[in-house]
């Protein structure tokens, strides 16, 4: 089935340094890549739906300078958090959905900022 | 109101025995329903989408109610490796400006013990 390669799978960074995260669909092409977070017992959040080619469209309360997200290719989308503070700290997870298939979720990236 | 609600438990039983998860949504234009299994740490797996005539995979059924708006999960004969989060998931009719994106419940948390 189709598989979303997610990138690091944890990740400890400085408060006030930036963190990029990845997610490639290896063996299909994303026309939509969307970004989640979860915060623990927590459930999934929409932060931002990614379009290739286009700007992201971001949900309510999430701001779109801290979290920027870029889809340059049908297979690659990047969510980098910038001046990332310990309230940041979460787990982010990516899913990407082809033309007719159903969704895939990356493994997540679980971010800690100290 | 939530999009969507589940409760978020934790259901404690027995190996063997039968458990019954409900999730209701508050949008009554939504289309595609689905119920997913997350692991601690780890990112959610569709378990099963829900048809509105209802369906089965094994020990999982799923079924729906689009009067009441609310689909339910029923898993039988328990095993200690259905111990997990289980998380439903909506997705609105695109034409009325839902797009592609999934909206999650909290998930509720089950137990399975010896």
């Known amino acids: 089935g189709a598989v979303v390669s997610q990138h690091p799978s944890r990740v400890i960074c400085k408060s006030g340094t930036s963190v990029k995260i990845e997610c490639r669909s290896l063996?299909?092409?994303?026309?939509?890549m969307f970004w989640y977070r979860q915060f623990p017992k927590q459930s999934l959040m929409l932060m931002a739906t990614?379009?290739?080619?286009?700007?992201?469209?971001?949900e309510q309360g999430v701001e779109k300078d801290k979290f920027l997200i870029n889809h340059a290719s049908l297979t690659l989308s990047t969510l980098t958090v910038t001046s990332a503070h310990p309230e940041d700290s979460s787990f982010y997870i990516c899913?990407?959905?082809?033309?007719?298939?159903?969704?895939?979720f990356g493994s997540g990236t679980r971010l800690t900022v100290v | 109101r939530k999009e969507v609600e589940q409760d978020p438990g934790p259901f404690n039983v027995p190996e063997g025995a039968t458990v019954a998860f409900n999730c209701t949504y508050s949008?009554?234009?939504?289309?595609?329903f689905f119920w997913y299994r997350q692991d601690c740490r780890k990112e959610p797996k569709l378990l099963m989408s829900?048809?509105?005539s209802g369906n089965e995979d094994g020990r999982f059924t799923a079924q729906l109610n689009r009067a009441s708006q609310y689909i339910s999960l029923l898993i039988r004969d328990s095993k200690l490796s259905d111990s997990a989060t289980y998380l439903c998931?909506?997705?609105?009719?695109?034409?009325?400006?839902?797009?592609?994106?999934?909206?999650f419940g909290t998930g509720t948390q089950l137990k399975v013990e010896l």
């Open positions: 063996d299909f092409q994303a026309t939509t």
């Open positions: 949008n009554s234009a939504s289309q595609s």
């Open positions: 829900v048809y509105s």
């Open positions: 998931a909506v997705r609105l009719d695109i034409l009325t400006g839902g797009g592609n994106k999934l909206t």
């Open positions: 899913s990407a959905r082809a033309l007719l298939d159903g969704y895939t």
């Open positions: 990614s379009n290739e080619g286009s700007k992201a469209t971001y």
